[in-house]
């Protein structure tokens, strides 16, 4: 994607950005031209996999210089595991928390795709804000994840909402068309505790495919019952377990 998509998205109504690394060249040039006239009215999201607090205040410190910015918005613990050693990622939350109270961050985040872990970390209100799997074939963090983060009052943000683009392929039991990428935003957006929905479009043409999302309706319960009905299809036919391992 060009600098200029990150404006694109931003003037279409988009004002939270996430990224995992500094990698992405392109993204984060826009998103720091983005800040410097709509710091504002903008959330920059992001966060590590690095558990160690030393290295987790070097990549917090390496985002802040990248953007010249002086609080970021969500800082996340990444991709939370049962391999991770939990006495390490509660010295981190507790080094976020610390964070926050410092004004350096506004948002405690945990990203992960375990559901044993999320309603711990929902239990234990150790976040503000909880990454978590969620599209048409991965549907069971509604029967608690979702539901506890929702009276616990901590914020959702959904991701593989494409299933890693596998929900756009379709599957030869299903004799109508596979959804397309907005379908599967719009699906996990019509959850009351979903309040973000991930997106990362490859092109300009994607990316104006996907903001369509805004100014549709929401599903109806007959569109609902339709893609469960393909999501179930789809589920667990992946390449590897790590797709349904922990669902």
Request: include cysteine.
């Amino acid at each position: 994607m060009n600098a200029a998509d990150v404006a694109v998205a931003f003037e279409a109504g988009l004002n939270y950005f996430f990224f995992y690394n500094l990698e992405p060249e392109n993204f984060l040039d826009g998103l720091k031209l983005l800040l410097t006239t709509k710091r504002e009215q903008v959330l920059v999201a992001t966060g590590t996999q690095e558990r160690g607090v030393p290295k987790v205040r070097h990549e917090f410190e390496s985002v802040r210089d990248r953007l010249k910015i002086d609080e970021v918005d969500v800082f996340f613990a990444e991709y939370v595991s049962p391999d991770d050693d939990m006495s390490q990622v509660q010295a981190m939350l507790d080094e976020l928390q610390e964070w926050k109270s410092k004004k350096l961050i506004r948002y405690v985040g945990v990203t992960t795709h375990n559901r044993a872990i999320a309603l711990d970390i929902i239990e234990r209100g150790v976040c503000d804000i909880l990454m978590h799997r969620y599209n048409m074939a991965h549907r069971k963090a509604e029967e608690d994840v979702l539901a506890s983060a929702q009276r616990a009052g901590i914020l959702v943000v959904a991701f593989t909402c494409t299933r890693w683009g596998t929900l756009l392929i379709g599957h030869p039991n299903w004799q109508y068309k596979p959804p397309f990428a907005a379908d599967c935003y719009r699906y996990v957006l019509r959850h009351p505790a979903v309040n973000i929905a991930l997106t990362a479009p490859g092109s300009k043409q994607q990316l104006e495919e996907n903001l369509s999302v805004l100014h549709s309706p929401p599903l109806s319960s007959q569109e609902t019952a339709h893609w469960q009905e393909y999501g179930d299809l789809i589920y667990g036919n992946g390449q590897d377990a790590f797709e349904t391992q922990w669902i």
